[in-house]
């Protein structure tokens, strides 16, 4: 990931997904499946990937990913996504279809 990406915040858009399917995502999602690619892609260091796999509960594993994901910089959202793609298409539905409208700007008349 370009480092420059890294250093800033997961869009706000991509941010106001996962808090609002947070619950489902944690029902659904082992992160086992999903870690390995988010560090390969450097959303998450090793040193994180390990933290998150020696937590025992698989809930709390996802929590804690979760939790963490906002901070990974602009492209983290893709890259979470896209690591959903093979075993959680689902879960990338329920992103999908979240709805959020764009500010709209007065028009000057």
Partial sequence: MDPTLATSTMLERDEKKLREH???????????HVLLYLEMMR???K???DKIHAIPN???RTKR???????????????????????Y???????DNTGYKKKSIPSKK
Avoid: C, M, N, W
């Fill in 89 to 95: 298409p689902h879960i990338i539905e329920k992103l």
């Fill in 22 to 32: 947070h619950d489902y995502i944690l029902k659904e999602l082992d992160v086992q």
């Fill in 65 to 87: 990913l979760l939790a963490i994901l906002p901070t990974k910089g602009v492209l983290a959202y893709q890259h979470f996504r896209r690591s959903l793609q093979d075993r």
């Fill in 43 to 45: 959303v998450v260091t």
């Fill in 58 to 60: 698989p809930r709390e």
């Fill in 47 to 49: 040193y994180e990937s």
